[in-house]
């Protein structure tokens, strides 16, 4: 029931967060006030459609536009005010200094909650020449409309973009679709830096198949416009020039914290602090979305996320909290996917690579199974990574690539890390099984099935990046068939095939460790059961050679000597 | 380590559950022997590609076979008996009796450790003409090549399938490939059994557009043979006789539970009865697969399910039982999906029907989001229902059908289901949001939030089945817009946008209750809560006018008024 003295809620910022904010204040209280202030010109449009809309993939810039001022206003009476930048924060009086675009007026607003969705900043890296006219960020729709307009009045054929994450790589992928020449030029040794570098494998490969020039551990010294005779470049420390008539900087995001901080709330190392109701350090000022720090589930720690469903669910969250309902929000676990020309990449948690920074003792499995049955036509091989608490099997993280079915399992285990759930439990996992769709095994089951393998000492592996090869090494054990060996295998590998194993266990050297692995780990496991119970030493290597190859490791740069 | 003197297993079965068991129990013990009787001619096959390979899907019968006998051997020293019935079980001298097809002569063959996984029959309906050599059930390789090499023989073009559940409607969409006039006869009032009818409506007219003869509430008088002049036919009760060449039969299954019942194992109702470490009553036997009855999890009651994935899962953990790792099985829930034409229809749990069937007084909701963000392309609308527990919100059943992402809900439902999860878990679960595969607010969350709405109490909902319209109802208001409402509306619905609804609260009745509708239901609870705040008696109707639609509900079928 509404309180007998309306409410009066004001938002700075008016996409995901804000935006969720306000119409679910309005659900609750049909007599509140509810402002919303908007630095730029648009209201709640789709950020995560930009990419596609720059790429014509979506025709219309305009389907992101999912709401204007006028129809907020219509269907909630909710005051939106676009253009209109919130300078300060009085939180004695309880207002909030306000000024319209070009204006030099400024409008002292009251309120009796504040709700800051301020989102958070494009990075712009301090490049020479970072500041050219040729040289764009894009994270809003003016931004859009400005590459857009650029394009059209100067052409243009080349396009650089700076940062091989999300983003970049979505703009690479909606970009090809015009038929432009595409570099991408990434700092880190690999793209998409949430995940591990074996997963990244898979997509430098499927970028550099679209013909995309693929820079990675790229330094860049400066940028140069195009000149009357001269092409535009990004000239990297070391290594040839890119040509570039377009640049797009896509290099992360720094959360949007200076009105906070002028107003003395208080600040994490990555964004503004909240309880778990959204309250900032002032118990009137709430704030959610990209600009704050959030609790990461797996760590506890506070962490800046930038992923338009939490965003919305913490406006949400927020406004049931003014409302009077304590509903608390449980942190985050990064859920998220990304389409790379024909491949999907998703994860959830943390990357070994991460886990392993943090302190984190973890262990961690790959599989690559078939996004559904392999008898049924359009069948695809994916990448599966779980990581995991060795004490308990806890999930800690999970990331995937491949043609299909992979943000379907990575929603699953998303689902399941949130639940607190077990490796043990994935192997109980029950999934829908029809050919099209899945196996009989789903491949959650089969992380499920190798994790709890691992857990209770059923198996021993060892990761492609710890192989280490030579004379003095372990014997290395091939299980794989002569034809499937004729490919490509591990240098200093011995061929038994699996099914000769039994009968060639004497040919081996019992006093030395022995490792064994096959195509994708399957069969190296079934060769582990044999040999472990016949005394030996071994250890089957994690994700088979296809994880080798995939990962580019040490294993495979030693020149291949004679089997 | 193995035990000193090897294990004598034998498993009576050679397909989904034997298999595994028999695979899992050399991989944990090098030295057991282990020999599986199989009284057909394949082991290992996948049964559940046999509709498509009969479609032509899968274009070559033997990518079903998954493995031979002599691989089985070759790979795991396995005894594989293909063509040996197991007749008879000595439980006093642990031995069974065994006879190879086509011989009298019986063969006794000494266990430590017996496990059947002898599957299901399929089940032949007491109908005039079933044993016609025109009349099929499909459930083995052997099934498939007969009717294959009927068509090869006697040509036909007019199949008939009784049945319309899983595999019948597989068995259409295959066949539908093959350019055959199809026709479905299905018993019950709907296809699909575990869905709730107005799930079915969009399958039903699925089925239809791809020219299917469905015909529903079906009672088959008998069944007719061609013959020299006359075409085969499928004569019901009431109704005109379907023209069939061909017959499939496709009804349900029964246990196969005659050889467990002559060695007075315990038998339940649907199949033979198991504890959790897959033993019967006779603890030197275990039961695993569609021959047995296992607890579901959300009744605890014991069931019997045909599931090539839970069969796998207790054949491997009847062998780590019997190898000394004590691992209970965890019950069903019942995760299924299945392909019909380009829809697929997916669902975990009970649907609503059974629930009220078994005395449960559950709430559902029904949501149609789109499979991903409405603005890239390709986004098609699902229709998904959760029901719940009144009390607690714990989830007990979820069905959804539609274009794309179907398989993905019901799995990341499973999944939550079997952590226990309540609808207000599924308000704060992060899924993966990148505009080509889900929304910021994914398909499982929307069900989340209209489902803790409702348990909440911020929402009150009525279902389409139970909507009465007429002069002495509830005021019906339809509160989108005139260009929607003039495609169809319910009867006695007035019209009042969402937009226009706060300036006309006056002309609505205080005095009687209002049920709100809009498409999809979020317009509907927006109106509910502007009119719940005025005070009003409202409800909203679940899943909205698509809800109606979809379910061939009452409410349409009274003939309609003006507005």
Partial sequence: MPSKVPMRLVIVGGVAGGMSAATRARRLDETASITVFERGSYVSYANCGIPYALGGVIKDDAALVLQTPQAVNDRFNIDVQINKEVLSINR???TVDVRAKGSESIQQVPYDKLILSQGAEPFRPPIGGIDLPNVFTLQTIPDLQKVKAYLAEHGGTRVAIIGGGFIGLEVADALHNLGLEISIVEYMPHVFPPLDADLAGP??????????????NARIEKIEAPGIDT????VLVDGV???????????????RTSLAEKANLKIGKTGVTVNPFMQTSDPDIYAVGDMIESEHRITGRALQLALAGPANRQGRLAADNIFGRKI???????????KVFNLTVASVGFSVTSLLQMGFDPLWVTVHPP???GYYPGSHPMTLKVAFEKETGRLLGAQAVGTAGIDKRIDVLATAMQAGMTMFDLEHLELAYAPPYGSAKDPVNMA????????????NIIHAEDLKIGQDAAQIVDVRSPGEVSRGYIPYAVNIPLNKLRENVSTLDKGRRVVVYCQVGYRGYLAYRILKQKGFDVVNLDGGYKSVLEGG???LQTSREKL
């Fill in 92 to 94: 004695e009086n309880h």
């Fill in 241 to 255: 020039p890119i040509l570039a008539d377009l640049v797009i900087v896509v290099v992360g995001i720094r959360a």
């Fill in 328 to 338: 608390s929000y449980r942190g985050n676990v990064g859920t998220s996917a990304c």
């Fill in 371 to 373: 996004d559904h049955a």
């Fill in 553 to 555: 490791f040490k294993a």
């Fill in 448 to 459: 499920g099935f190798v994790g709890s393998n691992l857990l209770r000492g059923d198996v």
């Fill in 203 to 216: 997509l430098h490969a499927e970028i550099r198949r679209h013909n995309v020039n693929l820079l990675l």
């Fill in 231 to 234: 092409p535009g470049r990004v």
